[in-house]
């Protein structure tokens, strides 16, 4: 996922991008361009005080990218072999094993890291149908439906309730719908189409969840923010830990013709919701990570990750596969450049990223001795639109440094760097313990029409696109690890507690669940 992000507005598109070929190959403007790079070479550096060059970097980093590579191969074998791969699955497994094969082919040092995920969970039969009135049961009776991940199971034949449609959930309108006791309720969605909308999908939903479970209400029908029945999953635990109430999001123009038969018909709809999802566990699951190890400071590290797991009613080609195949690529190439950056590169694959962004928890928390010497942690994880820039984490001292190591690509437009602090990507728990983060900007391109969706799959990738992200991300990896001084320092906690406020991190964390353990230090930098 990745909940939120900048607005995005007209870009300069740079020679490389408006000239790149469909193949991937360089063409003669490009190799213009990276003529004009490698004269440059010896002059624009990583940072103000050293000799380390960024510009030369670019240069070595671009044709290995552009020119034969094996990431959209080896992303087509992701989605379309392995396919969806929702964490604590055997797909996820397989995926795990895709990666490792992915960096040793790359020539990359790379182990796995376990933890403990609290549940599995595969959705059961799920299957919603109108039973009353007996005039409504003729025909089309029943409506398209999913679980929502990781909704506690119905238990076998199902829940018969009257439904009752709460409009758009908020506390005016449940307290219109009078009493919710044991009824299915029904709530309206606008459609989704902007990082904004797609923000409040999931900030709407802890409030009436909240308010559904304490009035006793039987489950939840989210009515889809897609159109054309398209169907999509994701979750609103986000602990791992199996949700309060069964929920389902139902295809928007059946979830329409709902809403309206029950205004037709005050009182007198009523439905069967089965829902037999099969809840396992507690399982181990894996982190994969590969290293370039640094020559200069190797007990300093960078980041550069992105989540590996997804939903599988697609095969998550969008949402993450693309930019897991982008992170090993990025160690292939900067593997290729035959100089090893000064600082230690590790290139993570986290898994539980749907479930709450646990698989990176678990790297903090298994990794908080070395906290201290983590100088940044880039992340891509919003489809293959084009960077615009990246989002900072709700601050601005580490901007500087990533505009010299950025420098290079000025060209590409990727130069709107914003300031900005939210959950929803694998930087949150890194953020919280006062590591500089870079989240990578996008354009919304086809994100959002396809997220978490059936329709998340391989051709949906803009594979030129993807190239051209993928050398920014491995330039700023590269950057941040090579140049002399770090990028930014560790905040203090008293330095995040006024981040947070600032950025307005502690409404949103509030509003999810996390307020108190981030009071209480059991998740961030300990007060
Ligand atoms: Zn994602």
Redesign the pocket.
């Known amino acids: 996922?990745?909940l939120g992000c900048c607005g995005t507005t007209g870009l300069v598109i740079g020679v490389l991008i408006s000239a790149t070929s469909a193949r991937g190959q360089l063409t003669s403007s490009e190799t213009d361009a990276l003529s004009k790079l490698q004269s440059s070479a010896n002059t624009a550096a990583c940072s103000a005080s050293d000799a380390s060059s960024c510009a030369q970097a670019a240069a070595k980093l671009i044709p290995v990218i552009l020119g034969d590579s094996p990431m959209i191969e080896n992303l087509r074998k992701l989605t379309d072999e392995i396919g969806g791969r929702v964490t604590g699955t055997a797909a996820m497994a397989k995926a795990v094993q895709w990666g490792i094969a992915g960096f040793r082919a790359a020539g990359v040092d790379v182990h796995s890291e376990d933890y403990s995920l609290p549940v599995t969970w595969n959705e059961g039969a799920t299957r919603l149908t109108i039973i009353a009135p007996a005039s409504l049961t003729l025909s089309n009776a029943t409506l398209r439906a999913v679980s929502e991940g990781w909704s506690p199971a119905i238990p076998h034949g199902g829940v018969d309730a009257n439904v009752t449609d709460v409009g758009d959930g908020s506390e005016v309108e449940l307290s219109r719908a009078g009493n919710l006791k044991g009824a299915i309720l029904l709530v309206h969605s606008e459609i989704g189409s902007s990082w904004p909308d797609l923000f409040n999908e999931y900030m709407r939903p802890p409030g009436i969840i909240a308010r559904a479970t304490k009035d006793g209400a039987a489950a939840i029908l989210w009515m889809g923010a897609r159109e054309r029945l398209l169907l999509y999953r994701h979750t609103n635990s986000l602990t791992g830990e199996i949700d309060r109430i069964p929920q389902a999001v139902v295809a928007r123009e059946d979830g329409m013709r709902l809403a309206r038969v029950v205004a037709a018909n005050p009182g007198k709809v009523r439905v069967r919701l089965e829902m037999p999802n099969q809840v396992n566990g507690p399982t181990e699951q894996e982190n994969v990570v590969g290293e370039i190890r640094g020559y200069e400071k190797p007990d300093e590290v960078v980041i550069l990750g992105a989540?590996l797991d997804s939903w599988e009613l697609g095969t998550g080609a969008l949402?993450?596969g693309c930019n897991a195949a982008l992170v090993i690529e990025a160690a292939r190439a900067i593997k290729s450049m035959g100089t090893l950056p000064k600082r230690t590169i590790r290139f993570v694959l986290f898994s539980g990223?749907?479930q709450g962004t646990i698989g990176s928890l678990a790297y903090v928390k298994s990794h908080a001795s070395e906290l201290d010497k983590l100088r940044g942690v880039v992340i891509v994880?919003s489809g293959s639109g084009r960077f615009t820039g990246f989002s900072l984490g709700g601050r601005s001292d580490t901007e500087a440094g990533l505009r010299q190591i950025l420098k290079p690509l000025d060209a590409w437009g990727a130069t709107q760097h914003t300031a900005d602090a939210s959950f929803g990507?694998d930087n949150f728990d890194f953020l919280l313990q006062g590591i500089p983060t870079f989240v990578a900007n996008q354009e919304i391109s086809n994100y959002l029409a396809n997220y978490h969706a059936a329709s998340d799959t391989f051709d949906k990738v803009d594979q030129r696109e993807l190239k051209l992200n993928t050398v920014i991300a491995a330039l700023a990896a590269w950057g941040i690890a090579d140049r002399t001084e770090p990028v930014g320092k560790r905040l203090t906690r008293a330095e995040l507690d006024s981040l947070v406020r600032q950025t307005g991190l502690d409404e949103q964390m509030k509003l999810l669940g996390y307020w108190e353990q981030w009071q209480s230090g059991a998740r961030g930098r300990k007060p």
Request: aromatic share 0%; hydrophobic share 10%.
């Open positions: 996922m990745r989540h949402d993450n990223e749907e994880d990507t």
